[in-house]
């Protein structure tokens, strides 16, 4: 928390999770192993802390953040690799920057249009 409270009007941006188990089908084992993981008591935890520490905590559509290349827009085919290359502009960083940029984007933009809602 002390990362976040160094910034003059600190903010903490998280994916709307709900509906992600009616989306994970894999095998059997995979699927139970995936259902048990607690993403949203992770994420109500984050919450809690942000908000007794005056932080706005902010969702956001998690569609496509992992696929779509944040420099140019272009939305790639889902990929097994950590690495995520776009096909059109050439653009290489690791998948998990990639979609935190998305992300970020997709805040300021909701922020921007004030169309967003803070939990603070």
């Known amino acids: 928390m002390e990362f976040v409270k160094q ?27 995936l259902h048990n993981l607690p993403y949203r008591k992770l994420q109500k935890f984050i919450e809690y802390k ?21 420099r140019c827009g272009h939305i790639n085919e889902p990929s097994n690799s950590r690495e995520f ?3 059109i502009c050439g653009a290489e960083y690791n998948r998990d920057v990639n979609a935190a940029a998305n ?16 939990k603070y």
Do not use: Q, W
Not at 14 to 25: A, F, Q
Not at 52 to 67: A, F, H, K, L, T
């Open 7 to 33: 910034f003059p009007k600190p903010m903490i941006v998280m994916e709307e999770l709900e509906g992600l188990r009616e989306k994970i089908d894999y095998s059997r084992e995979l699927n139970r192993r």
């Open 50 to 70: 942000a908000l007794i520490n005056g932080v706005e905590v902010v969702y956001v559509d998690p569609n496509n953040s992992s696929r779509t290349c944040h």
């Open 85 to 87: 290359r776009c096909s």
């Open 103 to 118: 992300i970020a984007k997709k805040a300021l933009t909701m922020i921007a249009e004030n169309t967003y809602t803070s």
